[in-house]
């Protein structure tokens, strides 16, 4: 809808633009209205397909008995394109086309913005889920054995032993007892390389 809202908005700018520049007299009246025909053949795929959006929101707001933001668009929008269909037609008055192309065009800009913004808002958080870990391998008779029985994370206790296998998530805060490994802490600090911990080191 981006797409054929740019290339409409585009495309009906160059008609437009004689129109703008000629003087009084500069450009024949065949030559304009070919020039505004062509214009409204640009602008109705921006109506019926880019537009849609607004104009099935604004219809669904209705049908809710309430003014949301895509009624005044897509009423802006209809009245703009049918004075120029009726001034095209009668030959004589304003024709807004290059407005209408340029208002959808801005306007999809803004929403495919916003979308891409929640989409990584999205993003952000999925990442932040699977980060966190929700079970963790608590050891019951360590350093006799390595016994261990899963329990949720949240559940672990200052004093707690947990074991970490390669490549889980450290359910806690603590200190590395036995091992050597690298952690991933690129949430924490930024730091995309993996950070060595051996015994005695704060693991996070």
Known sequence: ???????????????????????????????????????????????????????????????????????????????????????????GGAVYFDSIAMFVFFLLCGRYLEMRARQKAAASLEYLDRAIPLAAHRLKTYPASHDAEDVPAVSLRQGDLALVKPGEVVPADGVLLAGETETDEALLTGESRPVVKRAGIVAE
């Open 1 to 91: 809808r981006l797409f054929v809202a740019g290339f409409g908005m585009m495309q009906v700018m160059m008609y437009a633009l004689p129109i703008y520049l000629a003087a009084d007299g500069g450009m024949s009246a065949d030559i304009e209205q070919l020039m505004r025909l062509a214009s409204l053949a640009l602008t109705l795929p921006v109506i019926v397909y880019s537009s849609a959006p607004f104009f099935r929101g604004a219809w669904r707001d209705l049908g809710r008995r309430r003014l949301g933001m895509d009624v005044p668009v897509a009423l802006g929008i209809a009245v703009a394109f049918a004075a120029s269909v009726y001034a095209t037609l009668a030959g």
